[in-house]
């Protein structure tokens, strides 16, 4: 069999080293769609994603794998399933869930999720009145993608005020043209990844990202800069999750929603009450870099069952123990990261057992350097896990070298 694997992040390296794990598969049947430090051959280059869809077709490509959310916005499996392939990801109607927050929060009021009070705005014009439909300064949230920077948690209502006219005003372009308000929601936060093959909804147990740049939750928002599996569900918790994904299940069916692929619900736990902040449609990156350690089984066939209706077959199971991804990132990130820094003793990985996965670095010759944000994860399962990873996250050195000194399961 042969795939193509979309994307060149650490979240894809994830994905192409579990593919790998597959008996399924071999090496040199997996094809990519970019170059990444781990994909440096194999590339298929393409101008369209109609161009690539055809090229895998004569190269006999039968599934297609996507990782990242723009392609799936932008219709890359409605493409490929013209072409009889089979895909991993949503059509681009679903595809809306992730990439129009409007669309998300009316497809959680058609189906009675819970969802923090909002109100959607498209000139600056109304900013004033909307802002006083909120008791707390309210989140500002650009409709579109916005590359993970289009939510800003404003701490006065002036702020609010601000951010709300500039992203009206274009920050984000077309991806702000319209915003959200919504209503500041305080609790546990956590990542809730399910697969979907049509009929069936199968989740996994939760995870957690460490969004803020620094120990204890201070600093800026980024990508996030580690994650830890699986966060335990105390007492009702548990309750509310499942009721949660059963009704999420029932809208999807109610709904005929006919794609194969993630749904990632970002949930907030208020008073053991599951509120939905965002969806997205693809894994979260960096919490499935923990998922993927964890799990005992192919997931390439788990891929290949949903393509065929069959994910009421599949089990998800997983070690007995937890793992924890630490993201070594480069100093300036998220704003102005440094780039071009030579990578130093990645060999202290293997030497405590850790998997090295690479994000925003960049291979010449034999050696490695920084070449992005978030640089290098660096995940474990185990027992002593966390302890090994430190230490390895400690002797790769890096001119400007940050990293959260804090995962841990929450
Ligand atoms: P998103 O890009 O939609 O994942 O939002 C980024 C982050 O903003 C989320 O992971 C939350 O930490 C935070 N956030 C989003 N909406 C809310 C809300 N209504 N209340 C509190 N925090 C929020
Ligand atoms: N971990 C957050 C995201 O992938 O959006």
Redesign the pocket.
Known sequence: MKILLFGSGAREHALYEAILKSVLIKKENIYFAQTGSFADSQIIEFLDYDELAKKALDIGIKLLIVGPETPLAEGICDIFNKYNINTIGANKYWAQLESS?SFAKQFMLNFNIK??KYCILSDVSEIENKLKNFSYP??I?ADGLAA?K??Y?PKTFDEAKVVAKEFLNGKFSEASKKIIM?????GR?LSLFSLWDGKTLLNFPPAC?F?RLLDNDMGE?TGGMGSAFPCELLGKEKESVENYLRKLENALKHSDAKFCGIIYS?I?LCDDDV?V??Y?MRFGDPEIQSILENFRGDILDVFIKMTQGRLNEVNLCFNDEPSYCVVLASSGYPSLPKFGCEIFNLDAAVNHGVRVLFAGAKKIGNKYYTNGGRVLNLVKCGKNALFDIYKTANEIKFDGKIYRKDIRLR
């Not at 919504?182 to 305080?186: A, H, K, S, V």
């Open positions: 927050k969802t923090a309210p989140v949230k993970g289009g939510v948690l919504e209503q500041r929601l305080f936060e990202d969004k928002n970002g907030m509120f902040l965002e997205n």
